[in-house]
């Protein structure tokens, strides 16, 4: 059930001053990687319950009772996995809270909407390590495909296998994390944590450079959307849709499902072989790390996926 939204309630609801706006209220008191997963998950719901028609901006939250978010349960637990359907839940719940506070919505109309069973399902499937042939497949699949998408999803797989980068991680990056002068990227830190700075060996930087002949060096998001006419689009891609593009080169490739966490845990099991070369001779780097420009010496090391165009593959990472 999509909510009957007036245009003028949209209008009003987007005019709403930041200070008085429940969703940006909500946003405002997350640390910076759960307000970028939040936000996506409330540009969802948003869609949702309107039918493509409003953003989380511009929908009318005080509008929303139990009806609404009844079906709206309904249609995540069909379509997501259960956590992060219950991810969903959890910031429309956090939404309606601000919209209570903010003497939008009644007591009672606001525990009614509110008042839903979280989704159970099966467990997830644990992440595997995939075998070299995997990887190899993988990767033909991205080089067959003409279209953007196929250089973008190597460059993908160059930084979730290659430098074992976690999705929303990926999904943060900007044009300007890739100083291409020095072939460094660096993944910013939550606030907690510092910086990581990574060196692509020769195949991750291919990886990356074939992507960016195809977008470009606008700035903004490293990784964007591309449409099914082959446009890609000025904005940020998902971490929901890395999930996907990894799901679909497998099928493209004639493999199980294939999740991010399953090339990163690729590259942990990768490791221990990576320890025992080190112990016994110096290779040539393929992925340095450091946590601060200044770092030197760090440990190097080096692992490739074959059946790249140019016969190379994309480096591993060594952390020192």
Not at 188 to 209: D, H, Y
Request: hydrophobic residues 40%.
């Amino acid at each position: 059930m999509t909510a009957p939204f007036e245009s003028t309630q949209i209008d009003i609801a987007r005019e709403t001053p930041e200070d008085k706006h429940p969703a940006v209220l909500y946003l405002a008191q997350l640390g910076p990687g759960s307000k970028r997963t939040m936000t996506e998950a409330l540009q969802k719901i948003a869609r949702y319950l309107s039918d493509g028609r409003c953003d989380m901006y511009s929908l009318p939250w005080a509008a929303l009772r139990i009806e609404h978010t009844s079906a709206l349960r309904t249609r995540l637990a069909s379509e997501l996995a259960p956590a992060t359907a219950n991810k969903h839940l959890a910031a429309l719940r956090g939404v309606l809270k601000h919209v209570w506070r903010l003497g939008q919505i009644s007591a009672e109309d606001h525990q009614r909407a509110i008042d839903l069973p979280a989704v159970r399902g099966p467990a997830p499937r644990k992440s595997r390590a995939l075998s070299q042939e995997e990887l190899r497949a993988l990767v033909g699949a991205c080089e067959r495909d003409r279209s953007p998408a196929g250089p973008r999803d190597a460059a993908l797989f160059a930084l979730l296998f290659g430098a074992g980068l976690r999705r929303a991680e990926v999904a943060a990056l900007d044009l300007s994390d890739f100083d291409r002068r020095t072939s460094t990227i660096c993944v910013r830190g939550n606030g907690t944590k510092p910086p990581r700075r990574f060196t692509a060996n020769r195949e991750g930087l291919l990886a990356l450079e074939g992507w960016l002949a195809r977008r470009g060096v606008a700035p903004g998001p490293l990784f964007n959307p591309v449409n099914k006419g082959g446009r890609i689009e000025i904005r940020r891609l998902s971490e929901q849709a890395i999930y996907v593009a990894c799901h679909k080169r497998a099928a493209e490739a004639g493999l199980p499902p294939v999740s991010p966490e399953d090339l990163r845990r690729s590259l942990l099991a990768t490791k221990p072989r990576r320890d025992a070369a080190n112990q016994t001779a110096a290779t040539n780097p393929a992925v340095e790390t450091s946590t601060t420009p200044q770092a030197t010496a760090p440990t190097h090391s080096s692992t490739t996926i074959p059946g790249t165009s140019g016969g190379g593959g994309i480096g591993a990472i060594h952390t020192a």
